[in-house]
């Protein structure tokens, strides 16, 4: 089997103590032996930033002197790797061993992301239900561009893509601090097809502390509604093009 192409596991870490080993652990066990961890803390107070320092050389850490949201440290890292290809992991998510082994297999010469479900899994590491139905997503990806101006219907945990698109279409669009996945899918799909897989799934922690919950607070409603609206607006204009 080639190692010939690079992945590059990237997550960012903010007061992520309590299954901080968990993932990083689940990077480091990948069968696919030609990756590499990369992250960012952003301004941790609790354990984490011991817990990164444990693992030595093992992973590449920045460590940020001033908080500066999810969107600024998904592109300093995403824009910055030398790598085939990136996955993206949230601080509290897993992956089964062969992930990045099973992702690759799925490229083709034209494909810039792919995607997979989720299992669910609690604070105590419990598992639930996978969260989507493979026969909906291989539909949704087969219209990927008409399906982005419904919704934002693609899995980000432990989705791959190709470094060079990620980097051709500058990552995340920096107006907005904490969300822009669905407008980087929207830019990446001019550029080549997503697909689809049902060769592994990503592990998906719902816990008290999410940053989803985080998103509801009412301050950043309104921002996160522009953001959607724009996106769907975005999509619409290319899918009739």
């Not at 990927?144 to 980097?167: P, V």
């Not at 799934?201 to 309104?222: D, E």
Request: charged residues 25%.
């Amino acid at each position: 089997k080639s190692m010939s192409k690079k992945v590059s596991i990237i997550t960012l870490t903010y007061n992520s103590e309590k299954y901080l080993r968990e993932v990083i652990d689940s990077c480091l066990n990948q069968t696919y032996a030609n990756t590499e961890v990369n992250i960012i803390d952003d301004c941790s107070a609790d354990g984490t930033i011991e817990i990164l320092k444990s693992y030595g050389d093992k992973i590449s850490v920045i460590y940020n002197e001033i908080n500066q949201g999810i969107t600024v440290n998904i592109n300093k890292l995403g824009l910055s790797v030398k790598s085939d290809f990136i996955v993206f992991l949230g601080h509290d998510d897993k992956l089964p061993p062969d992930h990045v082994e099973q992702m690759l297999s799925e490229f083709d010469n034209d494909t810039v992301i792919v995607h997979c479900g989720s299992i669910i899994i609690d604070g105590k590491g419990k598992e639930f239900e996978a969260k989507k139905a493979d026969e909906i997503e291989f539909k949704k990806a087969n219209n990927s561009m008409f399906e982005l101006s419904i919704d934002n219907f693609i899995n980000a945990i432990g989705s791959m893509h190709r470094t060079e698109t990620f980097q051709k279409v500058n990552g995340w669009d920096d107006e907005y601090k904490h969300y822009g996945e669905w407008t980087l899918y929207i830019k990446l799909l001019e550029l080549g097809k997503l697909k689809y897989t049902n060769k592994t799934k990503s592990y998906y922690r719902v816990h008290a502390t999410n940053i989803s919950k985080t998103l509801s607070q009412s301050n950043m409603k309104n921002s996160l509604a522009e953001f959607k609206s724009q996106a769907r607006y975005k999509a619409h204009i290319l899918n009739n093009n």
